[in-house]
C-alpha cells in the first residue's frame, strides 16, 4: 500500500508539471547539443545534403524537419509558463514531451541512416 501512495505522489500534476519543466530544460540542452555536435561534425568533414541522391536527400529533409519539431516541443515541454490550469498543463506537457521525444528519435535515426547510405567521400 505505501508503494501505491508514493507513487501517486510522484504523478501528481503539480509534481509532475514541476519535474516536466526541470527535466524539459536538460532535455532540450541535450537535444541541441546532439544535433549541434552531430551536424558541425559532418558539415565541417565537407559533407553536404546537396550529396544525396534525391530519394535520400527527401528522406534527409523529412528527417530534419522532425527533429526541428522535436526541438520545439521539447522547449515547449519545459517552459516554465503554465499555458492555464496546472491539471490541463499537465496533460499536454507530457504530451508534447512524450511526442518530442518520440520524434527526436525517430527523426533522427531517419537522417543518419539517409547519411550513411549516401555517399562516402
Known amino acids: 500500500m505505501t508503494d501505491q501512495i508514493v507513487s501517486d505522489d510522484l504523478m501528481h500534476p503539480e509534481k509532475n508539471v514541476e519535474r516536466i519543466m526541470w527535466t524539459g530544460t536538460w532535455w532540450f540542452v541535450g537535444a541541441v547539443g546532439s544535433i549541434a555536435v552531430t ?17 535520400l536527400a527527401i528522406v534527409f529533409w523529412i528527417a530534419f ?5 522535436s526541438v520545439g516541443l521539447i522547449g515547449w515541454s519545459g517552459c516554465p509558463i503554465l499555458e492555464v490550469s496546472v491539471r490541463v498543463s499537465d496533460r499536454n506537457k507530457t504530451r508534447t514531451m512524450q511526442l518530442g521525444t518520440l520524434l527526436f528519435i525517430v527523426g533522427g535515426a531517419a537522417a543518419l541512416f539517409a547519411v550513411l547510405l549516401g555517399p562516402a567521400h
Not at 39 to 55: A, D, F, H
Open 65 to 69: 524537419g522532425l527533429v526541428a519539431l
Open 39 to 55: 551536424l558541425g561534425l559532418l558539415l565541417s568533414s565537407g559533407w553536404r545534403p546537396s550529396v544525396l541522391p534525391v530519394g
